[in-house]
């Protein structure tokens, strides 16, 4: 089966702007969560979406919002993007709603770079 | 969220047996144990999960013992490949998945 597709895979942006990242989940998969990855605080949790509600949110500015539509598909939105905004960020798709489906498969990411 | 405790690096050699534990002293009766696999520039991959006791597939073993406060990741004769962060993480997915990934564990395999 086609595993999670994260696009773009790669994102160049100046601050100030803003940035859409989109997800694609393993189909039947409800559950959608995001990821950023630095070098300096690893992966942190940004907010898990479930059936096109936000059942999870990180300890993140409200600058980073996300959505779910209602195949799925996910997409996370990083206003008035800072330098430090720059990293990969990492979507994963679950089953969702089970003691035991707790395995998660992720997309290859998007690397932003914030100039 | 229960939190887990693993060391930040471990060096094996090539055909050797490698044993990561992970500490994780408030897991919940509900929460799995999962242990992923990361690339450097990609996504974490699944490795396996159990609850309790023993759980082998074709790549690794995770051996838990009865109070469940630690899990050792046994991954048998590895190879240059296996050279990666390996992450522990407990949690269950009745609240939504909020699996929360700690610092990992950075093997380094020689040759």
């Known amino acids: 089966k086609a595993g999670v597709t994260q696009t773009p895979r790669y994102l160049i942006k100046t601050r100030g702007q803003q940035v859409t990242l989109s997800c694609s989940p393993i189909?039947?998969?409800?559950?959608v969560s995001w990821y950023q990855q630095t070098p300096g605080q690893g992966l942190q949790f940004l907010f898990e979406?479930?059936?096109?509600?936000?059942?999870n949110k990180g300890n993140f500015p409200g600058r980073f919002s996300g959505r779910q539509f209602s195949n799925s598909r996910s997409e996370m939105n990083v206003s008035t993007l800072e330098l430090g905004d720059s990293a990969l960020y990492l979507c994963?798709?679950?089953?969702?709603?089970?003691?035991?489906?707790?395995?998660?498969?992720f997309g290859q990411g998007t690397r932003l770079t914030v100039v | 969220l229960a939190k887990t405790t693993q060391p930040i690096s471990m060096d094996s050699y090539e055909g050797q047996e490698v044993n990561i534990t992970c500490s994780h002293n408030?897991?919940?009766?509900?929460?799995?144990i999962t242990w992923y696999q990361q690339f450097p520039s990609q996504g974490p991959r699944f490795i396996i999960q159990?609850?309790?006791t023993k759980v082998t597939n074709e790549v690794a073993s995770l051996f838990i013992p009865a109070d469940r406060k630690s899990s050792t990741l046994s991954l048998p004769r590895v190879s240059l490949s296996d050279t990666a962060v390996y992450y522990c993480?407990?949690?269950?997915?009745?609240?939504?998945?909020?699996?929360?990934f700690g610092a990992g564990t950075r093997l380094f395999v020689k040759a």
């Open positions: 994963a798709s679950s089953l969702g709603g089970g003691w035991e489906n707790t395995e998660a498969f």
């Open positions: 189909s039947g998969h409800r559950s």
């Open positions: 979406y479930f059936s096109e509600t936000q059942r």
């Open positions: 408030n897991i919940a009766t509900n929460d799995y």
């Open positions: 159990g609850y309790k």
């Open positions: 993480l407990v949690g269950d997915d009745t609240g939504g998945f909020k699996t929360i």
